[in-house]
Nanobody, 124 residues
């Protein structure tokens, strides 16, 4: 089992930046992929970005390509989401998740562990 703790959320104006962090413990961090999802109240949780176990492969939803960057530091057991050029529609609770294997995953069912979430609010 993997324990995940997110941090770095907050309130930012449109066009601003935030960096989310997710610290992992439990299973060997370098053995599984990681992902970020987000959820707005009343809507389904949606995929944002994912990275494989080594950090050599990444994948993004179309609406964040060119603005968000996912990365990981396997020496610190931490995955990051750098968010630039933020828009009001990026407002959500952001969750990090550990994949069930070393690969890139995009579907909720392919992730076995979840953090508690961190709120990101982008004002217009």
């Amino acid at each position: 089992q993997v324990q995940l703790v997110e941090s770095g959320g907050g309130l930012v104006q449109a066009g601003g930046s935030l960096r989310l962090s997710c610290a992992a413990s439990g299973r060997t961090f370098s053995s599984y992929g990681m992902g970020w999802f987000r959820q707005v109240p009343g809507k389904e949780r949606e995929f944002v970005a994912s990275i494989n176990q080594s950090g050599g492969q990444t994948y993004y939803r179309d609406s964040v390509k060119g603005r968000f960057t996912i990365s990981r530091d396997n020496t610190k057991n931490t995955v990051y989401l750098q968010m630039n050029s933020l828009k009001p529609e990026d407002t959500a609770i952001y969750y990090c998740a550990a994949a069930r294997g070393p690969w890139i995953a995009t579907i909720l069912g392919n992730f076995g562990s979840w953090g508690q979430g961190t709120q990101v609010t982008v004002s217009s």
